[in-house]
């Protein structure tokens, strides 16, 4: 069975990220959003998001490349491939983008691509992904509401009251400036606990970078310490991806400074190398593969088993569409514990609109793992049309 084509769809929308004032929700990137589709010439085809910079990476999708290896596009490294040979086919892309490529955007398409041929090699089978992967020990998984922080700690208990009415029993509030006013930053967070209760998981991420008066940087070290000073009194299941991407090695010493605290992170990390070094050496307690990011499914199986040597906890980064759901809720099916799923409920109208049929949350505060063969979410093919532009 061998690549016929693989196409990037670049959508365009209206919405910007945010919390923004007076509006119920906040935002996830509702300006651009990439999808991308595998064809074979038996017909069956794999689509995927990836949160990247989506006007980039539809050129490294199907561009033109040069004729060194090491600088070729994704397209035309691909055509003519068996599409069942999922895993050569990621270290042959490796090798084919590597003068450009091995992290960053180069990265984010080979995982949406690998995504797209683990569903082409399930369909092939005439199973589901899960199935594909070694067969799911679960049907459904907790799922936590994930989302931006809001101004004020009356609209932060707000947003937590609406999740608890929905039936969400955990829920993660992150970036917004968190983690540079030690007293605005407890007062939300108090009022969150206070909605929340005891029995309720909340999970921070403030984030590794803040943007102050209108420029980037990293927090110093005195911010840090009085960030997880106040976070420490609201006792949170974990806190996310606070350390630079290039030193996850200060988790190890946070870590030791605030033993009672959790650390999560990896949604930063890509391939098996960066993520394995981060779990098995650097004090996290929660490691978290995007699996548009870290090279899809293909690395998070390695991921995964390298977590469960080291006793680490794998919950997978999925901020975006329900087709990283999706994939989420397949992987995470499969592992011997999987305690929870993100559940990105800030989706923008692209986000939403991309699949016929959105994942919902039960009462039980549970999401089901798609049935049917291969990924078990259909893309709506006529919002894609309707939304696209061209590189």
Sequence with gaps: MRITDVTPFLLRGTQTYGAHAGE??????????LVVRVRTDEGLEGWSDVETMGP????VLQ??????????????????RDATEVEAIWDELYVATAYYGRRGVAMHC?????????????????????????????????AYASTLFRPTPEENAAAARRYLDLGFTGMKFGWGGFGIDPSADRDNLVALRETLGPDRALMIDPGWYVEDGGRP??????????????????????????????????????????PHLRFAAGEQQATAWELRRLVRDHGIAVVQPDLSRCGGLTVARIVAADARAAGVEIVTH?????????YSLH????????????????????????VKKSLTLADDGTVAVPDGTGLGVEVDVAFVEAHVVAP
């Excluded at 980039?56 to 050129?59: D, F, I, M, T």
């Design 24 to 33: 119920t929700e906040a935002t996830d990137q509702g300006d651009w959003l």
């Design 56 to 59: 980039v990476a539809a050129r």
């Design 63 to 80: 561009g033109s490349g040069m004729g060194a290896l090491g600088f070729r596009t994704i397209h035309e490294q691909l055509l003519g």
């Design 110 to 142: 080979m995982s949406a691509v690998d995504n797209c041929l683990w569903s082409i090699r399930a369909q092939a089978a005439g199973v589901s992904v899960a199935q594909a992967l070694g067969g799911r020990r679960r049907d459904r998984l907790p």
């Design 217 to 258: 940087r990293v927090r110093t070290t005195a911010e840090t310490t009085a960030m997880l000073e106040t976070l420490s009194d609201v006792r949170p299941y974990w806190v996310e991806d606070i350390v630079h991407p290039e030193c996850t090695e200060e988790y190890a010493v946070l870590a030791a400074e605030f």
């Design 318 to 326: 999925s901020w975006l569409s329900d087709l990283l759901h999706a």
């Design 331 to 354: 992987f995470l099916s499969t592992l011997p514990q999987a305690r929870w799923v993100e559940f990105n409920v800030a989706q923008s109208e692209l986000s939403a609109g991309v």
